[in-house]
């Protein structure tokens, strides 16, 4: 028989038979390691761990560990529930399937049978005995006129509709057990790998998005290998609705939305606003000590510009209209960036490479027409503030800016606890080197400039190869919050576009003119996502140095409201942000109205307090904490503060 060499993510190499499959390679390392095989991924495409191999090949095997595991698992459980819905409603036509990113939905058109979420549990039982029975999802290729004759013969004008633009030739069918679909797959192994399922909620979807096409039910779904994990997926879920940033953002009084204002334009409101300044002066304080400067531009400019520099052509579709004038011809745009600007900025005067790096800073708001069924809270609006730095260095500056950009970063993961990270290491398409700009030198040197970076540092790290931007690579940083969520947070990139575009220089040693490259960073990417995941990722109980109130002050009674105000102004004397509840309210009401307020430290001030100057403190959560004067509490609060931001170095 004839052998292929097979590289696995180690670099080490198993010699096997040609037409050997992904699960085989499994088994002849451990029995172990092929029972929860779900997938792999064959020279960078995710393939069947079922379908045979009949080259050299670099193989990683995928479980349920692997994003790409669990997405070829959610795949095939959509195929699963196609199947069940198909024995339990016969008749039904099916549109597309795809997994998502927890979990899966399919589209289904139920003709004149009804259907509602109360019919989930008996789909579930349905779907549970198919998964049982370990069908094999088996993978197989058909001619374009065998695909139309199958579904003309079933009646289903959609997949009729979605093979129209599939060229013959590359047109597969997947089966498990008594049902087959359109499907290029991959899939797993058998149905015996789904244990636990959860159908979540249907929502109307129009075919292929065409409002004037027919309405379809979408049902969603999400499977997991063991009822445990299916357990605390729920109870994540539930925790998250507790955490909603929106929910949390009313109660709190940070924020709000207004018709008359607009979709996705949010207005922040004094605590809210106040919770931004804090946090623009933090990142501020860090990045004057690491050598930036402040700049401010316009919120618009002429189109001329974005068209200059690529983004109208990039982000037309996804932008306000231009705004045309009196003036004949002229058109200008609500920014969609504002790296146009800071070209502009490095353009305007010459420069030498003695004066590289020169690093600009702006927190600048940007515009993008987000469609109104994608916005979401502050996660997902029309206008958003970045906070936006760019960095003109030599290519030899690269590597050493990257590590000071990686070290800002982990400052400001530190102070606010996000200690759950992983850093994306976006590089080139090795087969496809024509996609990208640039000379393959300054490819080479930014690649390994951001890998050394990186390592450096001692940064937990995956490589994607293709995800570097067509005009350069870049470092994503993918944040978990504290229920497990994944958000990407932060964004270094390198980029030899812009400076071509605008024809940026600056003299070098050898007197020639030179294009500088260009990083642009946003470690916390936009002030209003951020602000969102920050929210849900501590429940609304920010660290004490960020908090609206940090102290609440309790008078006992009337007579004592004055006393409390003369303390309130002490500590705000001492910039400890207190407040006192004057209320002709129970001590005990008071008390629980302060911890939904989630307001870190309350002192109740009753006679005691008012002739001793000791105070009663006690902490939100906590309880009691003891007494203290106020020299010592004003020192606990700044410790406590000054202990959570530290020094950025």
């Not at 670099?11 to 992904?22: D, N």
């Not at 070209?343 to 600009?360: A, M, T």
């Not at 030899?496 to 946003?522: C, S, W």
């Not at 004397?573 to 129970?586: C, G, T, Y």
Request: aromatic residues 10%; hydrophobic residues 35%.
């Amino acid at each position: 028989m004839e052998k292929i060499n097979i590289t696995l993510p180690d670099g080490t190499q198993r010699e096997v038979e040609k037409g050997a499959t992904a699960l085989d390679v499994a088994k002849s390392i451990s029995e172990g390691l092929a029972r929860n095989v779900l997938a792999a991924k064959v020279n960078g495409e995710v393939w069947d761990a079922t379908r045979p191999l009949t080259e050299d090949t670099t193989l990683t095997l995928l479980t349920w560990n692997d994003d790409e595991g669990k997405s070829t698992m959610w795949h095939s459980s959509a195929h699963l529930m196609a199947e069940a819905l198909e024995a339990l409603y016969p008749g039904i036509k099916l549109g597309i399937g795809p997994p998502i990113e927890n979990g899966f939905y399919y589209d289904v058109d139920f003709g004149e049978q009804s259907f509602s979420s109360d019919d989930f549990p008996k789909i579930e039982k349905k779907m549970l005995e198919l998964a049982r029975e370990k069908n094999e999802y088996i993978r197989k290729a058909v001619s374009k006129a065998d695909a139309v004759t199958y579904f003309e013969e079933k009646g289903d004008e959609y997949k009729l509709d979605l093979i129209k633009d599939l060229e013959d030739g590359s047109i597969t069918f997947y089966t498990q057990g008594n049902f087959t679909d359109l499907c290029r797959g991959p899939h797993i192994p058998n149905t015996g790998f789904i244990k636990a399922i959860k159908l979540m909620n249907t929502a109307g979807a129009y075919w292929r998005g065409d409002e004037n096409s027919k309405q379809l039910t979408r049902i969603y779904g999400i499977t997991f290998p063991k009822q445990k994990e299916l357990s605390e997926y729920l109870e994540r879920l539930e925790e998250a609705k507790k955490r909603d940033h929106r929910k949390l953002g009313k109660e709190l009084e940070l924020f709000t939305f207004s018709e008359r204002v607009g979709q996705g334009l949010p207005l922040w409101l004094p605590k809210g606003a106040a919770l931004r300044d804090r946090l623009e002066r933090f990142l501020k304080a860090a990045q004057k000590k690491a050598g930036y400067d402040p700049v401010i531009t316009p919120h618009i400019a002429q189109k001329e510009l974005y068209e200059c520099s690529g983004h109208y052509a990039k982000y037309g579709e996804d932008s306000f209209r231009p705004i045309t004038t009196p003036h004949e011809g002229e058109e200008f745009m609500l920014k969609p960036m504002n790296c146009p600007h800071h070209c502009e900025i490095f353009k305007s005067s010459p420069h030498s490479y003695k004066d590289l790096p020169i690093r600009y800073a702006e927190f600048g708001t940007v515009y993008r027409y987000e469609q109104s069924g994608e916005l979401h809270g502050l996660t997902r609006v029309r206008g958003f503030t970045q906070d936006d730095a760019h960095i003109f260095c030599t290519p030899d500056q690269v590597k050493e800016e990257f590590v000071k950009v990686i070290d800002l970063v982990l400052y400001i993961f530190k102070t606010l606890d996000f200690q759950d990270f992983t850093a994306q290491v976006s590089l080139r398409d090795p087969e496809n080197p024509d996609k990208y700009i640039g000379s393959t030198e300054n490819w080479d040197k930014a690649e390994n400039a951001i890998k050394e970076a990186a390592a450096e540092k001692g940064l937990k790290t995956v490589v994607e190869y293709g995800e570097a931007a067509f005009y350069g690579p870049k470092l994503d940083f993918m944040v978990r919050d504290a229920i497990g969520r994944q958000w990407q947070l932060g964004t270094i990139q390198v980029d030899y576009n812009l400076p071509e575009r605008f024809e940026l220089e600056y003299t070098g040693a050898d007197n020639q003119k030179h294009r500088p490259v260009m990083i642009h960073r946003a470690p916390f990417g936009s002030m209003e996502r951020f602000i969102a995941v920050l929210i849900e990722h501590c429940a609304g109980k920010f660290p004490l140095w960020l908090m609206a109130e940090q102290v609440a002050i309790l008078p006992i009674s009337e007579k004592y409201n004055e006393g409390a105000e003369a303390l309130s102004k002490v500590l705000n004397n001492s910039d400890i942000r207190a407040l006192v509840d004057n209320r002709n309210e129970k001590i005990g009401r008071k008390i629980r109205d302060t911890e939904l307020k989630k307001i870190p430290y309350m002192i109740i001030y009753g006679e005691k307090e008012h002739e001793s100057g000791e105070l009663s403190i006690r902490k939100q959560g906590e309880g009691d904490v003891g007494s203290m004067d106020t020299k010592a509490f004003i020192e606990l609060i700044q410790n406590e503060v000054n202990s959570q931001i530290g020094e950025f170095e």
